[in-house]
């Protein structure tokens, strides 16, 4: 049998359907490709958004800002020695990207200036940290990444 190239060009272009086919097919189906949301309450935390930016210039406006280190029993939270630390109220939202069954949030209560996020609650990896937290009726906001 002989093929001529119009009959080429249709099995070509049939195969390459069959192939993006299979492609969409098994994305769409698979479990692992599942890919939700970075959070549930989306279009709430967009209207939030600027609220959100007005919070991080206050916190860059203190004479230091909250600042973190790795230790061994975990993550250490460090807020401004200039503050006084029993007004300092709020929490700190500890979100994975990669699991949302492991993000937790942790309500800010301080005997120092220091708080300590516990090593068994963090997994090896990334973790965006979100510290909202309020000082003399003024809020506050700190965001950052960190690989654990």
């Known amino acids: 049998m002989k093929i001529n190239w119009g009959t080429g060009i249709v099995i070509a272009i049939a195969c390459f359907i069959s192939f993006i086919m299979y492609f969409v097919i098994s ?3 698979d479990t692992k490709y599942d890919h939700d949301l970075v959070i549930e309450d989306y279009y709430g935390q967009e209207l939030q958004f600027q609220a959100d930016l007005d919070h991080e210039e206050n916190a860059k406006a203190l004479k230091t800002n909250v600042n973190w280190k790795q230790t061994d029993a975990g993550i250490v939270i460090e807020f401004p020695n200039d503050l ?3 007004l300092i109220t709020g929490k700190v939202f500890l979100y994975r990207p990669s699991n949302k ?10 005997s120092n200036h220091n708080l300590l996020i516990p090593d068994n609650r963090l997994l090896d990896g990334r973790w965006n940290i979100k510290i909202d937290w309020q ?5 506050y906001l700190y965001k950052t990444e960190l690989t654990y």
């Open 135 to 139: 000082y003399n009726q003024k809020a």
């Open 84 to 86: 006084n630390n029993k």
């Open 27 to 29: 994305m769409s189906t």
């Open 101 to 110: 069954q492991l993000d937790f949030e942790i309500p800010i209560s301080l």
